[in-house]
């Protein structure tokens, strides 16, 4: 390519400031440094945790910045150094690295990665690149990365420790749900939970990682799934998706997880809370079985106080656990789940439900905050 080398102009959409929309501006995007990989953006996705970013509560963010963390796209150019990739190769950047040589990532217990670790707060990391420069300038003045993906420009640079290589065929309008909310919902049900056959769950928040939960419960062989949103609009393709029951807590005379525990006659096995916030996450615990119950936190809710927790619930044999990217470690897993979707083990193109010229980014967010939308693909 021509390129090689070279500064490269193009499109992004710069967020200059909190609370304000989106603005598509030229940027300017330096060449990849040692062990950097400069890769074209042919498909990206919104996720919740971009909104995140510009919500005026959010208190830890930096601007200007270049956000996006759900894409695919074409290696365009590779520092020295790197051996994983190459120029043409189809990749999914990855907001969780994975160095496979940190304690992380040598243990099979868990997803980290002490390339990531070393940031107190996973949703505020990677804001520049490791020689603590960014590689993105906007009217003369540099502009942030956002979790080491950056993936709302037309090129992007990222750690070549922080990009999985994919198959040549895949189709990228659709894989790049796998950068963030596919692979952190069907993660979590089948990595995290570790959801049984036969079992029954119950899944609170169904967006994007909610119905990806849904998904990870019914390929794991779950017998009963149970699906609760404040939206009874997102309960037809719940349904679809292998919901058997779905509730909406505003419809209901009682508590939800008193209605889950009568229904299920004592509770369920695995709650998934894919929504956030405290309520939630209570109602999440409170609907698991005594004995074993397994809850799994997923969703943040922003400037929330939290989860309260009596030792009792605990003491009754249920446990709590949490994960960031549904436990994948990305450069070995995403490989895997891209071939899994080309195989038809599960479909990606249920939680699609808009996709978009990249310059209408602003309108996906209020697609997304209108809760009208699922999955909303923008392209370039």
């Given amino acids: 390519m021509g390129t090689k080398g070279k500064v490269i102009k193009c499109k992004a959409a710069i967020a200059w400031e909190a609370n304000k929309p989106l603005c598509i501006e030229e940027v300017e995007v330096a060449p990849p440094k040692a062990h950097e990989v400069r890769i074209q953006i042919i498909a990206t996705a919104l996720c919740h945790t971009d909104a995140h970013i510009l919500h005026p509560k959010f208190t830890k963010a930096l601007f200007p910045v270049i956000l996006g963390h759900e894409g695919a796209g074409i290696v365009e150019s590779v520092g020295p150094g790197v051996t994983n990739c190459k120029p043409g190769d189809k990749v999914i950047p990855l907001y969780m690295p994975q160095c496979k040589k940190c304690k992380f990532c040598l243990s099979p ?56 290589k994919i198959d040549d065929d895949a189709n990228l309008e659709r894989v790049c749900l796998l950068g963030c909310g596919f692979s952190t919902g069907y993660g ?22 909610g119905l990806s939960a849904l998904i990870g419960c019914k390929v794991a062989g779950a017998s009963r799934i149970i699906a609760v949103d404040i939206n009874s609009e997102k309960f037809a393709k719940a349904k679809a998706l292998g919901a058997t029951d779905c509730l909406n807590p505003r419809d209901l005379q009682k508590p939800v997880q008193e209605v889950i ?36 936190l997923i969703g943040v809710a922003i400037g929330d106080k939290g989860l309260t927790v009596s030792p009792i619930e605990i003491l009754m044999g249920r446990t709590i656990n949490g994960t960031i990217f549904g436990g994948c470690k990305g450069r070995d897993s995403i490989p895997k789940l891209v071939t899994d979707y080309k195989n038809k083990k599960f479909n990606l193109d249920a939680l699609v439900t808009h996709t978009l010229p990249f310059d209408k980014i602003n309108e996906a967010f209020d697609l997304m905050h209108q809760g009208k939308s699922i999955r909303t693909v923008l392209t370039f």
Avoid at 153 to 161: E, F, G, I, L
Avoid at 192 to 206: E, H, N, Q, R, Y
Wanted: glycine share 12%.
């Fill in 109 to 164: 217990l868990t997803n980290f990665c002490g390339k990531a670790h070393q940031f107190k707060d996973p949703i505020i990391q990677q804001e520049v690149m490791e020689d603590k420069t960014s590689r993105f300038t906007c009217k003369g003045k540099p502009v942030y990365h956002f979790l080491g993906t950056s993936t709302f420009s037309q090129y992007t640079v990222v750690s070549d420790t922080n990009l999985a």
């Fill in 188 to 209: 979590a049900a089948i990595n995290t939970a570790k959801v049984t056959p036969g079992s029954t769950c119950a899944i609170f928040g169904l967006g994007g990682v």
């Fill in 261 to 296: 525990i009568e229904m299920t006659g004592g509770g369920v096995d695995f709650a998934l809370d894919c929504a956030g916030g405290s309520e939630a996450m209570k109602a999440a615990l409170d609907c698991t079985t005594v004995g074993w119950g397994s809850c799994t």
